[in-house]
Every structure is written in C-alpha cells, then in structure tokens.
C-alpha cells in the first residue's frame, strides 16, 4: 500500500521551459512534505520542503505546492536547465515518523 | 559530499551469505536511517535508530538486523540472502528525531547472485 505516489515515472521538458513534477498521497495525517533530489551514483539530497498549515514555498527556481483537500502537491521548476536532469523524489511524514517515499520521477532537461 | 559515509560501494554476493553494511553519520547528527531501493520501487525505510536505541522499524525482514554503536555508526546485517534482497541500500542521518532534513550517503549496492 503505496502512501506516496509518483505516477509519472520520467518527464522530459526543453531547457528554459517550466518542469512540473506530481505527487499525490493517501494519508491525511502527513504534516510535512519533502522533495529530494538524486542523481546517479549518488544518494538523495534535500531540495525544498512545505508544511501542511502552507500551500506555497518558494526557493529561487523551485516552488513547491500544496493542495491538501486534493491530497497533491507538485514541485514546478522554472527555468528548467540541464543539471536538474535527475530523479526527483517526492516525501512525506506525520509528526516524528520517518520519512515515506514514493518511487521518483525522472526529469531529463533537454538543451 | 553528505558528510554521511557508506562501506563498501559494491557488493556481490551469493544466495544463503550475509553481509554487514556499514554507515558512519554525519558529526554531531545522533539518528540514523537505513533505506532500501529495489529496481522499479521508491525508498523504503527499514529502521532507524537514535543515540544507540532502536527508534522506528518499518518495512524490514526478520532476515535482516542493524544497531548503533556508541561512537554513532550503524551495520545492517543482511543474512540468508536471497535474489530479491539485490538492491541499494541507503543510510541516512539527521541531528534528532523527526527532522525533516536527511543526509543521505551514496548507496551500498548489493548484487545476490
């Protein structure tokens, strides 16, 4: 039973154009969202995170949304440059658990 | 470079052995995680462990073991391996518990042959 789901598993978009990944979960009680970033032969790194009391954060090029009644939140990127080319993760967690995954959506940047 | 330290890289293996995967955290950061990534699936967690003590268990077989030492680093002991247990093996740190910002190391990837 997947809590955290990534139905795109690849996305590709031209550089300079805006990246939209997706993420949808099932559990209400999640209070804090995550988005890593991995690239290959290495491990995830933080990218941004939301809290459920927001609907928005910014940080430079990345912005990440919140829709809770629709259990869904997205991270758009813009501009979009060759080196975001990697696998996104999406993550959730409820109050002090660990983390939950999904499986990831692999972004490729095209030049 | 995380700060979180994974040994070794690579490792092959046969059905029925076991393996011990090392991970030393972050300085300073007290828990540690261990997540699995198998072909096709997202991370799943195994357990964490916080200054010495099991905190949280999820998705981890009987097969499979791990504990933290006093100095802070952590083994995943994998035993009576089997094909599917062929996956990469990820720790991770962070200063407390329920801290949202992970440090992850680069993977320990087992191959079961």
């Known amino acids: 039973d997947q809590q955290v789901k990534q139905n795109s598993p690849s996305l590709s978009v031209q550089e300079g154009r805006i990246s939209i990944l997706n993420c949808d979960y099932t559990?209400?009680?999640?209070?804090?969202f995550l988005w890593y970033k991995k690239y290959p032969a290495e491990g995830p790194t933080f990218l941004i995170s939301?809290?459920?009391?927001?609907d928005k954060n910014e940080d430079g090029r990345f912005t990440v949304f919140l829709n809770k009644s629709a259990k869904h939140l997205s991270l758009h990127i813009v501009p979009s440059q060759p080196g975001d080319s990697a696998v996104y993760f999406c993550?959730?967690?409820?109050?002090?658990?660990?983390?939950?995954f999904g499986k990831g959506t692999r972004l490729s940047v095209i030049a | 470079d995380s700060g979180v330290t994974q040994t070794p890289k690579h490792l092959i293996t046969a059905t029925g052995q076991r393996v011990t995967l090392r991970c030393s955290p972050r300085?300073?950061?007290?828990?540690v995680y261990w997540y699995q990534q198998s072909l096709d699936q997202g991370l799943q967690f195994l357990i964490q462990?916080?200054?010495?003590?099991?905190?949280a268990k999820g998705n981890i077989l009987e097969r499979f073991s791990a504990q933290q030492f006093p100095d802070l680093h952590s083994e995943l002991n994998l035993s009576s391996l089997e094909l599917g247990d062929s996956a990469l093996y990820f720790c991770?740190?962070?200063?407390?518990?329920?801290?949202?910002?992970?440090?992850f190391g680069s993977g320990t990837q087992l191959s079961v042959l």
């Open positions: 991770a740190s962070s200063v407390g518990t329920g801290v949202e910002k992970l440090f």
């Open positions: 559990n209400s009680m999640f209070d804090y």
């Open positions: 939301i809290s459920s009391i927001k």
């Open positions: 993550a959730a967690r409820e109050g002090n658990t660990p983390l939950v």
């Open positions: 300085s300073g950061d007290l828990s």
């Open positions: 462990y916080y200054n010495g003590e099991e905190r």
